[in-house]
């Protein structure tokens, strides 16, 4: 069974920063590409950043490059957001998901972890 | 960016009926790049419908996609009780994913 389960959520202080991971398994993880999606309170999901199986091909939304960071350990089956300078608008829902295979759809969701950026 | 407009925002409808939804994008988007996810309150999106009509493993088929070009379908055939949530399109184009800002289907 494929389970994607995300931690490091909580509460930061505008400007501050927060590293989320996400713990895959249940699926060949180092096959996969991998997202980071958020979902403010009320809102629709909104993508955050990609990483191919590799990490050779990373892409940012607008809104948070040169600010956010993804990585990934295949070893650990591991999926990594690093977030600095952190925002009120950064507040939301983090979700992993995985793309599936060959595709641009994203086949499973974990449940997400709460980031808020409150002073 | 391609932006996904649904509507109507709201559906109101009785468990039995039909529920229509729909999805235009603002340029057109290639059919293997559109997709259509259902949230309930508290839960993740769960893929319903992926390359605009094929249905995701283990989605009921009641539900069907339909469309191209820049206007998409999500059809419910015969709405159950626990088809009552969100329902959002996403499409895929430029190295970055856009989501339509929901449709609700909501008990009558």
């Known amino acids: 069974e494929v389970q994607l389960v995300e931690s490091g959520g909580g509460l930061v202080r505008p400007g501050g920063s927060l590293r989320l991971s996400c713990a895959a398994s249940?699926?060949?993880?180092?096959?996969?590409?991998m997202i980071w999606v958020r979902q403010a309170p009320g809102k629709g999901p909104e993508w955050v950043s990609y990483?191919?199986?590799?990490?050779?091909?990373?892409y940012y939304a607008d809104s948070v490059k040169g600010r956010f960071t993804i990585s990934r350990d295949n070893a650990r089956n591991s999926l990594y957001l690093q977030m600095n300078s952190l925002r009120a608008e950064d507040t939301a829902v983090y979700h992993c998901?995985?793309?599936?295979?060959?595709?641009?759809?994203?086949?499973?969701w974990g449940q997400g972890t709460l980031v808020t950026v409150s002073s | 960016e391609i932006v996904l407009t649904q509507s109507p925002g709201t559906l109101s409808l009785s468990p039995g009926e039909r529920a229509t939804l729909s999805c235009r994008a603002s340029?057109?988007?290639?059919?293997?790049?559109l997709a259509w996810y259902q949230q309930k309150p508290g839960q993740a999106p769960r893929l319903l419908i992926y390359?605009?009509?094929s249905r995701a493993t283990g989605i009921p088929d009641r539900f069907s996609g339909s469309g191209s070009g820049t206007d998409f379908t999500l059809t419910i055939s015969r709405l159950e009780p626990e088809d009552f949530a969100v329902y959002y399109c996403?499409?895929?184009?430029?190295?970055?994913?856009?989501f339509g800002q929901g449709t609700k289907v909501e008990i009558k």
């Open positions: 998901a995985r793309i599936a295979y060959g595709l641009v759809h994203f086949d499973y």
């Open positions: 249940g699926f060949t993880f180092s096959h996969y590409s």
């Open positions: 990483t191919s199986s590799g990490s050779s091909s990373i």
């Open positions: 340029q057109s988007v290639s059919s293997s790049d």
């Open positions: 390359g605009a009509s």
């Open positions: 996403q499409q895929f184009g430029g190295s970055s994913w856009t």
